[in-house]
């Protein structure tokens, strides 16, 4: 969950160090601090808050000298943020110092025993513990510091991705990963550390992603050595990948927000993952990493999707696509609950895995379960080289580019592309769709980005809406069939980056119980598109209008029905229903990105939240 980034080489670390930090922001920003070694002294600065607090700081208090430099972004576990427990830590000789995304489970026994043996303990992390762990193998086993964290790592219980320097050895760094993501940049006599690739994307476009349970030593004037940790065997030839991304795709482009910037590219996005797989005028569906395992899919019992937060959404979206098209059993698990429920997965089942990250900790729990029980695993994710497009047997990528904003956007709508795409693709292999309803769609779908546009254009009309609710304490969000996943998506953006309390429902479900609260002050979200459910959705509204809640719908251009009745109403495009939820999050995404702005909260770095969640 937290940000790490370090330099070794001829240039000034600092810049290198802090610009990473910056861009690692998404993935923690409770505090941040940085240190810097010109071969004889370790300047360190480090402060509750962000980057450009530290930034400030740094500025002031130290100097910003040394050709070595490691930095961290925190996003709490271990002990609450403050200047003391933001990272990097020392060892208590002084001379070694670390950083750490992730949690050191067996800590507490760890610092007993330390302690007992003489250490002491400035801040609550489970990372000093470590360093010291690190130091005191060191110091008994009379090795270096390669060897000492290769020993002191199989001692403990966690997930980790660490850099840790000796200022005895002002050529070296030393990082390990289990878990945690972290990438090593080689550039020309010099080398980076990141938890990506962004921080040094403009440096140099070869990477080494490290796997689980592997360190690096990192030293100048050679080639990076990868080692098991295991066993301390060494890796031959390590994969060098070379990087797609570019600076371009990581700045804002002259958009407020990233979060705005992420909304906007979706006609881009879009395009650009079903290009070259999707080619309507042949009929064609083509995905690289489903066509070698189409078999799987198609004699498959049932599929089980296990995701996250919006991720799980999108799977949501992806149980009507499949059970509808493809006439395959669906089942769609929470991942952080899926592996505690001893769940019953045999060899017949496909399990589809869906994260925007390809790092987050409990979806490569449920991946690791799976391929125990013998089920086929198929990853979507974002990122390429992240861990679950290492760990699934195949896979597709979406081709969202880098998402900054915490609060997904773009990765939602690319990941119901990929899944469409599958769906459309197995039951043309199973028969379970006619030709002219599989070339329809998938004449629909390239027509996608265009909808996606024209929804875009309904901005202003979305601002004059956010300023009348932007005060309302609580909001109801209410969709049917393939935009029950909808509500479910809208809201959740909605309390993630303004605070708003917000709920999602089945719209039938209202009476259940929900309406209980509505009032004259409950602003109720109706996506209320042409559908099969149409006539029904009207019903619901006429039941919020009698308990004279504040109708908000979204309906599809040119309805008279729900005009009459919704106090404001957002205009989409008309679009099948399966492809629907494309278009209809589209004016959720802008309503809550303008109230969280009218709000004065920090669109980009919701307060509590973490981009890629790496920890259980």
């Not at 878990?179 to 921080?199: K, N, Q, R």
């Not at 990868?226 to 066993?231: A, E, G």
């Not at 017949?348 to 089920?375: C, P, W, Y």
Request: net charge negative; proline share 4%.
């Amino acid at each position: 969950m937290c940000g790490i980034v370090g330099y070794i080489g001829k240039k000034d670390a600092y810049p290198i160090v802090l610009n990473g930090l910056k861009r690692l922001e998404y993935r923690g920003y409770d505090s941040a601090g940085i240190a810097l070694y010109d071969g004889k002294e370790i300047q360190l600065c480090k402060t509750q808050g962000k980057v450009s607090e530290l930034e400030a700081k740094a500025e002031k208090n130290i100097p910003l000298r040394g050709n070595l430099g490691i930095g961290h972004t925190r996003w709490a576990t271990h002990g609450v943020p403050n200047d003391v427990n933001s990272h990097p830590h020392y060892s208590n000789s002084g001379d070694l110092v670390i950083i750490h995304n992730g949690i050191i489970e067996n800590y507490s026994s760890i610092k007993k025993e330390l302690q007992n043996r003489g250490y002491t303990f400035t801040s609550d992390t489970d990372t000093e513990v470590l360093v010291n762990l690190i130091e005191e193998v060191k110091k008994q086993e009379d090795v270096k510091l390669g060897k000492a964290v290769q020993i002191a790592l199989n001692q403990v219980v966690g997930a980790y991705a660490i850099a840790v320097f000796d200022r005895n050895k002002p050529d070296e760094i030393v990082v390990a990963k289990l878990g945690s993501p972290l990438a090593i940049g080689i550039g020309d006599d010099e080398f980076f550390v990141a938890s990506d690739a962004t921080p040094f994307i403009e440096f140099t476009n070869n990477a080494i992603y490290l796997e689980d349970e592997e360190m690096a030593i990192v030293r100048l004037g050679r080639e990076v050595r990868v080692r098991k940790i295991k066993n301390d065997k060494l890796v031959e030839n390590p994969y060098v990948q070379e990087l797609q991304l570019n600076l371009e795709q990581i700045e804002k482009g002259g958009y407020e927000h990233f979060m705005l910037k992420e909304i906007y590219e979706q006609p881009k996005v879009i395009h650009d993952t079903y290009r070259g797989r999707l080619l309507a005028d042949q009929g064609i569906i083509r995905l690289g990493g489903l066509e070698d395992y189409i078999k799987k899919f198609v004699n498959a019992d049932r599929i089980i999707i296990v995701a996250c937060g919006t991720s799980w959404h999108a799977g949501l979206v992806a149980e009507y696509i499949f059970e509808d098209m493809a006439r395959i059993p669906v089942e769609v698990e929470y991942a952080s609950e899926f592996r505690y429920r001893n769940p019953i997965i045999t060899e017949n089942d496909v399990v589809i895995a869906i994260s925007q990250s390809g790092e987050t900790a409990d979806t490569l729990a449920a991946i690791k379960l799976a391929k125990e029980k013998g089920a086929f695993v198929y990853g979507v994710c974002n990122v390429v080289g992240s861990t679950i497009s290492r760990e699934t047997h195949s896979g597709t990528y979406t081709h969202a580019g880098p998402e900054i904003g915490v609060a997904s956007t773009k990765a939602f709508t690319t990941q119901i592309t990929v899944l469409t795409m599958m769906a459309l693709r197995i039951a043309k292999s199973k028969g379970t769709i006619s030709q002219s309803d599989y070339i329809k769609h998938l004449r629909e779908l390239d027509m996608i980005p265009d909808s996606v546009e024209e929804a875009l254009q309904g901005d202003e009309k979305i601002v004059e809406i956010a300023k009348v609710f932007k005060s309302a304490a609580n909001f109801l969000y209410l969709g049917r069939g393939y935009n029950f996943p909808v509500a479910l998506e809208g809201a959740l953006k909605l309390k993630e980056i303004s605070y708003i309390h917000a709920e999602g429902y089945p719209a039938a479900e209202m009476k259940h119980g929900p309406i209980a609260l509505i009032d004259e002050q409950m602003p109720v979200v109706v996506i209320a598109t042409n559908s099969n459910h149409y006539d029904k959705v009207v019903s619901n509204i006429e039941e919020i209008k009698a308990r004279k809640g504040k109708i908000i719908a979204v309906v599809t251009e040119g309805d008279t029905t729900v005009r009459d009745l919704a106090d404001y109403i957002i205009e989409v495009p008309l679009t099948p229903e399966a492809l629907s939820p494309l278009i209809n999050t589209i004016p959720l995404q802008l309503l809550s990105y303008h109230i969280a702005v009218m709000l004065e909260k920090n669109v980009d770095q919701p307060r509590n939240l973490a981009k890629s969640v790496t920890v259980e």
